[in-house]
Nanobody, 124 residues
Framework: QVQLVESGGGLVQPGGSLRLSCVAAGDIVTIYSMAWYRQAPGSQRELVAGITSGGSANYADAVKGRFTISRDDVKNMVHLQMNSLKVEDTAVYYC??????????????????WGQGTQVTVSA
């Protein structure tokens, strides 16, 4: 069974920093394109940042210059460094991506796989 497990969320003051991590757990072969999404109460889930297998990153306009997405293919992990956090960054942050894994020795790919989310609260 494959899981995307997020960690690193919490409560931080405006202007502070947090680093989110997501690890693909299970009998993993590799991770492909990965992304972070967020969903604030009463709002739709939105893309925050994405990173391709080759390391090319893209960001939502609201986080450009403040957030940095990175990946560690050896550890099957993706990170989101969040600096200069604002109250409006408060949301549940979700890891999403395409993951190759073994199921009964058969190689498979899960497309658009979601983690369970981690809460980020920015408040004074």
């Amino acid at each position: 069974q494959v899981q995307l497990v997020e960690s690193g969320g919490g409560l931080v003051q405006p202007g502070g920093s947090l680093r989110l991590s997501c690890v693909a757990a299970g009998d993993i072969v590799t991770i492909y394109s990965m992304a972070w999404y967020r969903q604030a109460p009463g709002s739709q889930r939105e893309l925050v940042a994405g990173i391709t297998s080759g390391g090319s990153a893209n960001y939502a306009d609201a986080v450009k210059g403040r957030f940095t997405i990175s990946r560690d293919d050896v550890k099957n992990m993706v990170h989101l460094q969040m600096n200069s956090l604002k109250v409006e960054d408060t949301a549940v942050y979700y890891c999403n991506g395409d993951v190759s894994y073994y199921n009964n020795s058969e190689r498979r790919v899960a497309y658009g796989f979601w983690g369970q989310g981690t809460q980020v609260t920015v408040s004074a």
